[in-house]
């Protein structure tokens, strides 16, 4: 009986270390709940659009392939709903806390750093271009948990530069090795950098 209680407690204690390891939800910096939301929201545009079952590896791939090649059928992909949260995203992108930042801000971070800076001012009129914020909590938090060396080093890329076409980080991910590659650390990239960045760009179409 105490055998098996000791058991039980080390079982728990080794669960618990592990939870502690490997589970953190980065989804959580956001208290509102609405990372949460967009990324179920995506899965479930990405499941039902590819229609290839549970096998997680090959939507995925599929789509980043498709980005990549700009082949994506972005009048079929996004439902009303993601549609909906890109334009939330895009409403929010001016509160300091946002994962979306004007990357003539990201330019001007990065700037500061070198000599004779210089950022061409916006049209007026002009919408400003929005891009993932690199240096964030949110994709820090992923970078910071991830197994996955390339995708640390992709990501450090970025923080250096944010100006990189979404079809260029579709294809540096999309060689991910699959053991890393199916971490939930990549796939909430995916689905904030590129998918949402693409919606925020294009929801205006939908009307």
């Not at 409403?91 to 004007?102: L, Y």
């Amino acid at each position: 009986m105490i055998r098996s209680r000791i058991a039980l407690i080390t079982l728990l204690f080794l669960t618990l270390i592990g939870y502690s390891q490997n589970g953190i939800n980065c989804l959580s910096v956001d208290r509102s709940g609405l990372y949460s939301k967009a990324f179920d929201s995506f899965e479930s545009d990405l499941f039902e659009y590819y229609n290839f079952g549970n096998d997680s590896i090959k939507t995925y791939r599929t789509f980043l392939a498709e980005v990549a090649s700009l082949s994506l059928d972005l009048r079929k992909l996004p439902s009303d709903n993601s549609i909906q949260l890109a334009r939330v995203f895009k409403k929010k992108s001016n509160d300091p806390n946002s994962i979306w930042v004007k990357l003539s801000d990201y330019e001007n971070q990065e700037a500061t750093k070198k000599p004779s800076p210089y950022t061409p001012p916006s049209k007026k009129g002009e919408e400003e271009i929005l891009i993932f914020n690199y240096r964030g909590g949110l994709i820090q938090c992923l970078k910071n948990n991830s197994e996955s060396d390339d995708f640390k080093e992709i990501i450090s890329t970025l923080e250096e530069d944010g100006n990189v076409s979404t079809s260029l980080i579709a294809q540096r991910i999309y060689y991910i090795p699959d053991k890393k590659f199916k971490a939930s650390e990549i796939k909430k990239f995916i689905a904030f950098d590129i998918y949402y960045s693409i919606l925020m760009v294009i929801e205006k179409a939908f009307g």
